[in-house]
């Protein structure tokens, strides 16, 4: 009778194991889509596309990315353009590429007519301040998402080790439960 109980006990944990294993492949799949995240997001956007090939776990945090870093963004390069405008815009290009501390800049502000491009200033801020966003708030918020992730598939890991080991001693002891339990004929 007890190689019957621990029948079931045997299966139990064959259904633990596949559980288990099942769930750490879902956390494996699910670190693949965040590092994929994290790589869309490196230089500071991210493309409908790559929100769609995210997966449902990731897509709320893809459209608060492309929602706070475009707010930042659009922000600090408004403020940085009119910074530059009221101090820069009365110079004449002569004036901009001759002053040495920003001559370096000058190819980027102003258009081929010598006029300050208020757009190009206020691209070239845009394109920085989403990098910057990405890096300083969204990537260690995925970095940490991440170390979770990793935390969670290593206790999995741990857990399916020992389902396995007692797995085997039970098979051990099963078999030497009914060779003792059988009858003997001489």
Known sequence: MAWL???LRRQELIGNVNDHTLESMKLKSQLDRLS???????????????ISSLGSDLFGDALDFMQYANE?????????????????????QEQY???????SQAALYYDEN???????????????ALKE???KYFTPYLNEKE??????QAELETLIESEKAELEELKGSISSQIQSNALKLS
Request: negative net charge; without cysteine.
């Open 147 to 152: 170390k979770e992730i990793q935390a969670k």
């Open 133 to 135: 966003f990405a890096e």
């Open 72 to 92: 930042a963004a659009e922000n600090t390069a408004q403020t940085q353009t009119d910074y530059y405008t009221s101090v820069y815009g009365n110079l004449t």
């Open 36 to 50: 994929s995240f994290s790589g869309a997001i490196g230089d500071g956007t991210i493309t409908p596309t790559e």
């Open 97 to 103: 590429f001759n002053n040495s501390s920003i001559s």
């Open 114 to 128: 010598g006029q300050l491009d208020e757009q190009k200033i206020f691209s070239n801020f845009y394109d920085e």
């Open 5 to 7: 109980i621990m029948g």
